[in-house]
Every structure is written in structure tokens, then in C-alpha cells.
């Protein structure tokens, strides 16, 4: 049986209990109201504005103000308070320096100095006052809660704000880290859209300086397709003549070779058949080169690529390089974007051009695979790179040229879209003989 005493110590035990359960549920309380009201939205004025409501009904208090150090750490900024009347002027830090350090719970704030001069206007009904500092990892917070009654705010309630404004604390956190994940990504799409228009841009001066290989190019085929059709109407004006002579039983006034102007004249078609689809295969490969590229990828055929991005090129170099391709017979495929490969393909040649003696420019072009990879190379016999530049030639807008000649982005670009393609593009030798530029890219199955 349990003595006076004994059952004394069980009375006060079960009343610390009780009190702790009442601390929790009022904790849990703010805590749940407190998370619904965030969860509810992301922007901090919403938030702040429903979390003051959530304190208002589990702690009795007449006012709620917020403030924020600024980046600077010399002043406090209003963020939000319950009463307009509380002008937004700044608060300098070293006045009221101890609001920011620690918690504290003012019984009689009438006759504080800096209650007086920044706050007494607005609140002159008010006696105690309870702040509490938190941080979140972007921000620095002081929250005040303000009563008029004197020592208004218990040890109990100042506990409770403690844990309260934690939760709250580390829920802002998650929500600044949210928006700075954003933030970021807005940026890293930002960047590329960058990149696409400086890689279309550089599209754009390789096709200007392809421009008058291209209208000479175009002019062989279309020359000899005007010639043939214009030879081709005198044979059918002959024709016509034959025929209409035989309609009538009168012998032509002068012999027509019925048997040539057919022969020759399928010749004719022939030829400008074969015109007409050079001059097509032309101009669909710069439409393909010069068309905006998006990121869609497909599985294409590296040697197809080199292929086509020589029959682009050769309209500027043929006077100037001879070109040999060294292609591996098993045509391996890739995952590509074949606009940025063909660009990244015509830049090396281009570079490679521009490096050969004039008139005596040998560039070969061979492709192979390594295990899991492919690869190609863009040999020439120019005259190298020098050592000294050798580790800055894929900086953006690094050139040997001269100033005018060149934008100095295109091995930069090159660089970059091979990376996208999880490759890896290297200058693997440069010398008096010439250089190695060496592409290497995963290689998928069909």
C-alpha cells in the first residue's frame, strides 16, 4: 500500500505528464496547421500570411511581426506584421542586435529605447513582447509576438515557439532548396538555348563561306541542263518537221537522221536527269545542314554522316584539297542528332582545309571501332598547331586567324555537341606534317 508521501510524488509525477502531453498536443496542433498551411503554397508571403493565422489560435497574442536581416547584416527589413499602421521602415541591426542572437521574453517593454523608436507608434497598447530567431538557408528571420497583458508569455509557450518556428524553419528550407533546384534548371535551359543559337550562328558563317563553292557547284549541272533542253527543242522542232512532211507524202527539204535525234536525245534526257539530281542532292544537304536543330535523336550510320558532310564540303576545297575516305566496312550506327554531327564533321574539315598547303591539300577521313565505341579522324598534311596553343584550341572564341577570319567557336561548339553525345573529341597529334583531330562515340546496335 502506497504511503502519503509515495502517492504525493505519483500526483506530481502524473502532472509534469499531463503538462508535457498538453505541450505536445499543442506542438502538434501548430505543427500540423502549420504544415498544411505550407504545403497549401510555395510563395513566402502566402505562407507567412497563413502561418500567422495558425499562431493566432493555439498561442493568444495581440500582434505577430516578421523581419529579415538584409544580405548586408546591417539592417532589419519588415517582411509581414498584423498591424498596417507599422510603418516599413528599415531597423538598423546594431540597435536591437540581441534579437537576432537568442530568444527572449520582455514582461515590460514600454521603456526600452528601441521599442520606443521604432515600434512604440504602432503598438502602444502593448506591454510584453516574446522574439525568437531562425534561419533557413537562404534567410535570417526574427519573429515577435506582442501582448498587451504584462508577462503575457509563459516559459511553456516560449518552448513551444522554439520547436515550432524549427519545424517551420526547415520546411522554408526545403522550399527555398525547391526553388533554387528551379532556378537552376531555368538557367541550365537558359544555357542551352544560348549554345543552339551560337551553334546556329556558326552554322550560319560556315554557310556563308560555302556560299560561292555552292553557286559554282549548282551552275555545272544547271548549265548543261539548259544546254541539253535547248538542244532538245531544235530536235523536236526537226521532229515535227519530219513528221509533218510524211503526213503530207512530201519529201523533207532537207534530210533528217530520224534515228540520231532519238539516240542522242535520250542521251540528252539522261544527262540532264543526272544534273537535275546533283543539283537536288546540293541543295538538300545544305537545307539539311542549315535546318534549326532540335534535340531529337535517331540511330544513323556514321559512315552515311561522313559521307554527306563531304559532298557539303567539297564544293569549297575541291581547288584546294583532295579528299580520301577510309571508311570501316562494318558501317557502325550511333544515337545521334545528324545536323550536329554533320556540323561537327564539317567543322574539322573546314579547319583541316584551311591548314593545308594551297592547291596540295591531301584530308583523309577514316572510321573504325574500338570495343564498345566508334570513332573517326580528320587527317591533314598541313602545317600542325603550335604547342603553346594546342590546350586553348577548344576555348570559346579562341583563333589562330586573323582578326575577320574567324569566330573562333567552332571547335568549341564541336566540343560541346560531342560531349551531348556522350563522346569525346581530342587533337590526338599536330606537327610540321600535319594533325589528328579524333571523334569518339558510343556505338549502339540496330
Known amino acids: 500500500m502506497l504511503t502519503n508521501e509515495q502517492l504525493h510524488e505519483k500526483l506530481l509525477q502524473l502532472s509534469y505528464e499531463k503538462k508535457q502531453l498538453e505541450r505536445f498536443k499543442y506542438l502538434n496542433e501548430l505543427i500540423l496547421s502549420g504544415l498544411n498551411a505550407i504545403l497549401s503554397s510555395d510563395k513566402h508571403d502566402e505562407i507567412f500570411e497563413k502561418l500567422f493565422a495558425v499562431i493566432h489560435e ?33 531597423i538598423p541591426l546594431a540597435a536591437i542586435q540581441n534579437l537576432t542572437e537568442n530568444t527572449l521574453n520582455f514582461f515590460n517593454i514600454q521603456n526600452l529605447p528601441w521599442w520606443q523608436s521604432y515600434f512604440f507608434d504602432a503598438f502602444k497598447s502593448i506591454n510584453s513582447l516574446l522574439s525568437h530567431p531562425f534561419h533557413t538557408s537562404q534567410s535570417h528571420y526574427v519573429l515577435l509576438l506582442l501582448s498587451d497583458k504584462r508577462g503575457a508569455f509563459s516559459s511553456h509557450i516560449q518552448e513551444l515557439l522554439s520547436s515550432f518556428t524549427s519545424f517551420v524553419a526547415n520546411t522554408l528550407t526545403q522550399i527555398e532548396t525547391r526553388k533554387l533546384i528551379s532556378e537552376r534548371d531555368q538557367l541550365l535551359q537558359r544555357q542551352r538555348r544560348i549554345e543552339q543559337s551560337l551553334l546556329q550562328q556558326e552554322k550560319m558563317a560556315s554557310l556563308g563561306q560555302l556560299a560561292a563553292g555552292v553557286a559554282h557547284e549548282l551552275n555545272n549541272p544547271l548549265g548543261f541542263i539548259y544546254s541539253n533542253l535547248n538542244t532538245l527543242k531544235v530536235y523536236l522542232a526537226d521532229l515535227e518537221q519530219a513528221f509533218t512532211a510524211q503526213k503530207a507524202a512530201v519529201k523533207p527539204t532537207q534530210a533528217i537522221d530520224v534515228d540520231f535525234l532519238l539516240h542522242d536525245g535520250k542521251d540528252l534526257i539522261d544527262e540532264s536527269l543526272e544534273g537535275a539530281r546533283r543539283a537536288r542532292d546540293i541543295i538538300n544537304n545544305l537545307r ?50 545528324a545536323n550536329q554531327l554533320n556540323q561537327v564533321i564539317l567543322n574539322l574539315i573546314i579547319n583541316a582545309n584551311q591548314a593545308v598547303p594551297e592547291g596540295k591539300g591531301l584530308i583523309t577521313i577514316a572510321s573504325g571501332i574500338i ?58 597529334q599536330s606537327s610540321s606534317a600535319g594533325s589528328t583531330f579524333k571523334v569518339t562515340l558510343p556505338r549502339v546496335t540496330m
Open 58 to 90: 493555439v498561442i493568444h497574442c495581440k500582434h505577430i511581426v516578421l523581419l529579415l536581416v538584409d544580405d548586408s547584416r546591417q539592417q532589419l527589413e519588415l517582411i509581414r506584421t498584423t498591424n498596417e499602421q507599422l510603418p516599413c521602415e528599415t
Open 288 to 337: 539539311t545542314y542549315a535546318h534549326p536543330d532540335d534535340s531529337s535523336t535517331s540511330k544513323v550510320p556514321l559512315n552515311q554522316l561522313l559521307d554527306s558532310a563531304v559532298r557539303i564540303a567539297k564544293t569549297q576545297i575541291k581547288h584546294n584539297s583532295r579528299v580520301e575516305l577510309k571508311l570501316c566496312p562494318e558501317n557502325p550506327f550511333i544515337l545521334a542528332n
Open 371 to 428: 570495343s564498345n565505341n566508334c570513332f573517326f579522324d580528320v587527317i591533314d598534311n598541313g602545317c600542325g598547331i603550335a604547342e603553346d596553343v594546342q590546350s586553348k584550341i577548344f576555348e570559346p572564341f579562341f583563333t589562330t586567324k586573323d582578326v575577320g577570319e574567324g569566330t573562333g567557336l567552332g571547335l568549341s561548339l564541336s566540343k560541346a555537341i560531342i560531349e551531348q553525345h556522350r563522346g569525346e573529341i581530342e587533337l590526338q
